[in-house]
């Protein structure tokens, strides 16, 4: 009786009734079992704690799979991904058991892989000697596997792919192996899944710093003190260093009057700014950003190089002026050439009448002389601000120096300021145009008047001169324009070719001449320097390379 007492408690104690002999013998496998599942739970607590999101899922996929081949016999497992309605093969393991490429695209039709996503189910697959009807059934054939579980992954809902285990003993898993494999899967899944996510935001993150270094102007950003945060590879570079924590206004020197911090921050709007750096001109924008409380706490500054950009309009004003006094030019020219051929004519024919000794045949000399001058000074003036001829060709320097002469030549004598010319003779020819060059001469010139005026010194000088000189192995042509004006101030020297820049009184000039010279001698490739001492004069050379080198 106490034996059958204590059989039936041991049976309601462990769950097996059975003779003593028997008990001990259940009693091991059934700790065996417990110690299985205790086993597989430790793997997928270590499978789940060893993956991380910086583990590529190669390193994962191996992990997994060194993980549980001690417990469940498999020789293969395989990853693909389901993305925008595509199922892709992703990994393998081992890496030289594949028979499908790498981002092979499976086909819905006939395809395992497809069933266990359609009906979210794990699908049980054992080989059998018929023809292939799915396929994957040639790969597996090629690769020796019997016996395939397929399991769909899945998280939040969200289908990720399907894991593909297989072994190469043709029988099925155990129903423990399947638990075991469905909870691994599941495990799986979560990782895959943040790994994913983790890569895309990586990605993106890596793509827009790409493009914030891209970008060729200027980014910086900043805190609401102006303190620079971050910047773009072009500001590095155009700083020559690392900017990082410096202040943005102080190494800009822009005046603190013009906060745009500030300015942002109280209108909540965009700030827009032009200012002058290191002989160039820039054009700011700050753009406050928001937190989630609208509260400003940084800036984006973009900066752009305007300063080509102004000397195009600059020469498109210019030209747009010339093309004015071309045509006011034509009409002068239209208007004049009738009563001036008329004089011409008539002083001819009187000349011929009139005796060499005679009083009238001086004055009727000094008529003709008088009307053919001033015919050609039409002609030069049309030639000079006629815009369509800006074709390329040989000329000399000198005849250009000429030609201007000839239109202000006269003005210049009028206002007691004395030219003086030294001319190369038989100077190299240039290649451009005439007519660009002769504007450049121009400005010049009238600059250099302008800062005699400004001296108010009695004897007015402007020297003209032109000669050849080598500099680098390079055969110039140089043209020296120097007066002894007003001169300028050294630290307006570095703004002088900026757009609209001028030293001279509102309404007595624009500041673009030059600006476009600047712009016609590089398209001659060309420079012009300048060499000027306050209250001495200046001194401007317009160097362009010698036709034939």
């Known amino acids: 009786m106490v034996l059958k007492e204590r059989e039936s408690l041991i049976g309601k104690l462990t769950g ?38 910086e583990m590529s899922i190669d390193e994962m996929l ?29 990994n393998v393991f081992p890496l030289d058991s594949f028979y499908f490429p790498m981002g092979y695209v499976f086909e819905k039709e006939k395809s395992l892989y497809w069933q266990s996503i359609l009906t979210l189910e794990k699908v049980l697959f054992k080989m059998e000697n018929h023809t292939p009807i799915y396929i994957e059934e040639k790969a597996y054939q090629s690769l020796g596997i019997q016996s395939i579980l397929i399991i769909p992954l899945v998280s939040k809902k969200a289908v990720i792919g399907v894991l593909s285990i297989g072994r190469k003993e043709l029988n099925h898993f155990s129903e423990d192996d399947l638990s075991f494999l469905q909870q691994l899967s599941d495990q799986i899944a979560v990782c895959f899944e943040n790994v994913q996510l983790y890569h895309k935001v990586l990605n993106s993150k890596k793509e827009w710093e790409e493009t914030f270094r891209a970008v060729s102007d200027m980014i910086f950003i900043t805190d609401t003190n102006g303190i620079i945060l971050k910047c773009n590879t072009s500001a590095i570079n155009f700083f020559d260093t690392s900017i990082i924590g410096q202040d943005l206004q102080t190494i800009l020197d822009l005046p603190r009057t013009n906060n745009y911090f500030l300015s942002s921050i109280s209108i909540e709007e965009n700030f827009y700014q032009e200012f002058h750096f290191n002989h160039h001109l820039f054009e700011l924008r700050a753009y406050p950003i928001y937190n989630n409380v609208q509260q400003v706490y940084s800036f984006i ?39 001036l051929t008329a004089i011409l004519g008539n002083s001819q024919l009187l000349l011929r009448d009139a005796k060499s000794d005679d009083r009238s045949h001086k004055l009727l000399s000094g008529i003709y002389t008088c009307g053919k001058r001033s015919k050609n000074i039409i002609q030069n003036l049309l030639t000079f601000s006629r815009q369509d ?42 290649y451009g145009n005439i007519q660009q060059i002769g504007q450049i001469i121009l400005n010049l010139l009238i600059n250099a008047k302008d800062a005699l005026e400004e001296k108010n010194t009695p004897k007015k000088i402007i020297s003209i001169e032109t000669k050849e000189f080598y500099d680098k192995a390079k055969k110039w042509v140089v043209l020296t324009i120097k007066d002894n004006g007003n001169g300028i101030q050294p630290h307006q020297l570095q703004d002088i070719f900026n757009p609209f820049f001028t030293t001279k009184e509102p309404g007595k000039g624009t500041g673009l001449g030059l ?10 490739n060309g420079l012009i320097e300048v060499d000027s001492k306050y209250k001495e004069g200046s001194e401007f050379s317009l160097k362009l390379p010698i036709k034939f080198q």
């Not at 259940?26 to 060893?50: A, C, F, G, P, R």
């Not at 600006?515 to 001659?524: D, P, Y």
């Open 301 to 339: 500054i973009y900066i752009i190089d305007i300063t080509e950009k102004r000397k195009m309009e600059a020469q498109l004003i210019q030209s747009g002026k010339l093309a004015a006094i071309g045509e006011i030019a034509a009409g002068i020219a239209h208007e004049l050439n009738n009563p």
């Open 515 to 524: 600006s476009v010279s600047l712009g016609i001698a590089e398209k001659h």
């Open 62 to 90: 191996k992990n997994i799979f060194e993980k549980i081949k001690p417990f469940i016999a498999i020789e293969r497992m395989s990853l693909s991904l389901y993305e925008n309605n595509q199922l892709v093969l992703s």
């Open 16 to 53: 097996i009734q059975s003779s003593k002999k028997s008990y001990y013998s259940e009693l091991k496998v059934t700790v065996e079992e417990l110690k299985k599942k205790n086993m597989q739970l430790e793997v997928i607590n270590e499978v789940t704690q060893s993956l991380n999101i």
């Open 389 to 430: 001829e800006y074709s390329f060709d040989e000329f000399s320097i000198n005849d250009a120096v000429e030609q201007v002469l000839e239109i202000i030549g006269d003005q210049f004598k009028k206002q007691n300021i004395t030219i003086e010319k030294q001319l190369q003779l038989n100077i190299n020819s240039v």
